[in-house]
């Protein structure tokens, strides 16, 4: 079992940045890959961007272009970089880590085995 945890959500205007920050309890090179997730009121959970053990990386279409998910394997971190941040990115973020789903359904919640408890980021226009 691991324990994750999220920080760096916040408040912010339309075309501003934020990073998002979330530890792990054990090494996060053991897990095969790691997401991100967000959660807007009323709506589905859904995968922003995922990051494989061998550094490949997949983004919501929504997202590319914007946000950069990054790991940190000696600080057993995982990052999400979000800029020109729009009111719609409005969500609860969440991050997740999956140790052997497919590759292929990375931004889909099915084969991630583990969740953090989120953190809340507003972007105003």
């Known amino acids: 079992q691991v324990q994750l945890v999220e920080s760096g959500g916040g408040s912010v205007q339309a075309g501003g940045s934020l990073i998002l920050s979330c530890v792990a309890s054990r090494p996060i090179s053991t897990y095969y890959y790691l997401g991100w997730f967000r959660q807007a009121p009323g709506k589905e959970r859904e995968g922003v961007a995922a990051?494989?053990?061998?550094?490949?990386?997949k983004y919501a279409y929504s997202v590319k272009g914007r946000f950069t998910i990054s790991q940190d394997n000696a600080n057993n971190t995982l990052y999400l970089q979000m800029n020109n941040l729009k009111p719609e990115d409005t969500a609860l973020y969440y991050c997740?880590?999956?140790?052997?789903?497919?590759?292929?359904?990375?931004?889909?919640?099915?084969?991630?085995?583990?969740w953090g408890q989120g953190t809340q980021v507003t972007v105003s226009s």
């Open positions: 997740a880590v999956s140790g052997a789903g497919g590759w292929d359904y990375a931004l889909a919640q099915r084969d991630y085995d583990f």
């Open positions: 990051i494989r053990s061998d550094g490949d990386t």
